[in-house]
C-alpha cells in the first residue's frame, strides 16, 4: 500500500488577496507525477502537464504512463531545455513528442552535460559505471573516463573535488584523479533515540576551497578543502533531537539556510551568527512562511503581499515568472496526513490573482516549462 506520512504542513489558499495584474512573460505548463492507483496499490504514475495561458488553468493532460518504478527517485526529477523531463534513476521523457525515449530504472541521475545525461549504474545483475544518454542521437554509452562524474558525495561548484561522510563523523575529500584523504573527524549531529538515521551531518560548498558543516546540531563551522583546517562560523540554538536529517543549502537570494529539526536558521558568516528564518524564499518573489499556522496552514507571499494560506507539502512549491503550485490538502484531525484521495494541486497566478485547486493524487511536481 503507497502511503506517505506529512506533519500538519503546507502552503496555499482557496482564497487569495488581490494582486497587480500582469501578463506573464510566456505561457507555461506545470509538470507533474501523477500516482495511478489500483485498488488501493500504487501500480503506474502518469506525468501529466497542466497548462496556464493567461491565468486560465486548463487541464490535465497526460504526456505519458508508465510503470511505478520509471517515476521513482521523485526529489531528483528535473526539467531540461523545456522539452524533457529527467527522471531520479536517469530515464528521460520527450515533453514534445509525449513518449519516453530512456527507459532506465534504478540509476542514478548526476547530472546533464550538453546534450547528454548523465547516470550512474551499482545495481546487482547489471554493468556498474557512469553512462550518458545521448539526446541528439538517442544512443547510451558507457564513460571510459568519467571524471568529476565519479566523484561521490557532495561536489564542490567547480566540479573537481567532493566531500563524502559516508556513515561515520569523518569527512573525506575526493578529487578528480587524486587518492581520498580525510579532512578530519568529529562532524556530527544528534538525532532522537526514534529516529532510523545515522549522525552524519550535511555539508554544504561556500566556494570551490571552503566547507560548511556543523559539528554539534548547534555549532557550525568552516573546513579548508586545502588541509582540513577549522574555522567557527556560526553558533544557533538548534533542536537537539531531530528525527530528520538536518540540511544545509542556500535560498532564492543566496543565503546560507540552517534546517535542523522545527527550528531554521539564516546564517550569516560574516557576523558570525544565525538569525531566524522566518520565511523560506523562493525564486521569483515568492516567499513561505516557515511555520504553520494551527488553524490556517502555511502563509504565502507575492513580491511581500499576502496571496493565500492553507494546509500541504510546503517542499513542494514550485515557482515561475508570476505563478507558484504545491501540494494542498485540508487541516489534518489529528496533526498529520496521509496522501491518498483528498489531495490536490493548487496554482496561483499573478495574472487573475486567483487560486484554482485540481483534485489529484500528485507523486510531485516537477517545475514549470514553457508552452
Not at 486560465?56 to 504512463?65: D, L, S
Not at 556513515?167 to 579532512?183: C, I, N, Q, Y
Not at 546560507?256 to 546564517?267: L, M, P, Q, S, T
Request: glycine fraction near 12%; hydrophobic fraction near 40%; charge should be neutral.
Amino acid at each position: 500500500m503507497h502511503r506517505r506520512t506529512f506533519l500538519a504542513a503546507a502552503v496555499v489558499l482557496p482564497a487569495a488577496l488581490a494582486a497587480p495584474v500582469r501578463k506573464p512573460k510566456a505561457d507555461l505548463s506545470l509538470v507533474l507525477i501523477e500516482n495511478v492507483p489500483e485498488m488501493g496499490v500504487v501500480t503506474k504514475r502518469r506525468l501529466v502537464r497542466i497548462r496556464v495561458t493567461d491565468g486560465a488553468v486548463g487541464k490535465p493532460e497526460e504526456v505519458v504512463a508508465a510503470d511505478q518504478r520509471f517515476f521513482a527517485g521523485f526529489t531528483k526529477h528535473r526539467l531540461h531545455a523545456d522539452r524533457y523531463l529527467l527522471t531520479g534513476d536517469g530515464g528521460v521523457v520527450d515533453l514534445a513528442a509525449g513518449k519516453v525515449v530512456h527507459d532506465e530504472q534504478g540509476g542514478d541521475l548526476l547530472g546533464v552535460d550538453g546534450d547528454r545525461v548523465i547516470f550512474r549504474v551499482d545495481r546487482t545483475g547489471r554493468e556498474s559505471g557512469v553512462f550518458a544518454f545521448d539526446l541528439t542521437t538517442r544512443k547510451v554509452a558507457k564513460l571510459a573516463d568519467p571524471g568529476r562524474w565519479a566523484l561521490p558525495g557532495v561536489v564542490s561548484p567547480d566540479g573537481k573535488r567532493s566531500v563524502d561522510t559516508g556513515m561515520s563523523d569523518e569527512l573525506t575529500l575526493h578529487a578528480v584523479g587524486e587518492k581520498p584523504r580525510s579532512l578530519g573527524k568529529g562532524f556530527r549531529v544528534q538525532y532522537s533515540h526514534l529516529s532510523s538515521y545515522a549522525g552524519c551531518p550535511p555539508v554544504l560548498w561556500l566556494d570551490a576551497d571552503r566547507l560548511l558543516t556543523p559539528t554539534g546540531n548547534g555549532t557550525l563551522v568552516t573546513v579548508a578543502a586545502a588541509d582540513g583546517e577549522r574555522a567557527d562560523a556560526a553558533a544557533v540554538d538548534a533542536t537537539t533531537e531531530i528525527v530528520s536529517p538536518p540540511r544545509l543549502r542556500r535560498d532564492a537570494l543566496g543565503d546560507v539556510v540552517y534546517e535542523c529539526g522545527k527550528d531554521a536558521f539564516r546564517i550569516d558568516l560574516k557576523a558570525g551568527k544565525g538569525e531566524a528564518y522566518d520565511w523560506c524564499r523562493h525564486p521569483h518573489g515568492f516567499d513561505v512562511s516557515h511555520a504553520a499556522d494551527p488553524d490556517k496552514g502555511y502563509t504565502i507571499r507575492h513580491n511581500g503581499a499576502d496571496v493565500g494560506s492553507g494546509f500541504g507539502a510546503a517542499y513542494q512549491t514550485v515557482t515561475a515568472d508570476g505563478h507558484l503550485a504545491y501540494v494542498g490538502w485540508p487541516k489534518p484531525e489529528f496533526g498529520a496526513h496521509f496522501a491518498g484521495s483528498d489531495e490536490e494541486v493548487r496554482l496561483w497566478s499573478a495574472v487573475t490573482g486567483k487560486w484554482t485547486a485540481l483534485r489529484m493524487w500528485p507523486e510531485s511536481l516537477v517545475g514549470w516549462v514553457k508552452n
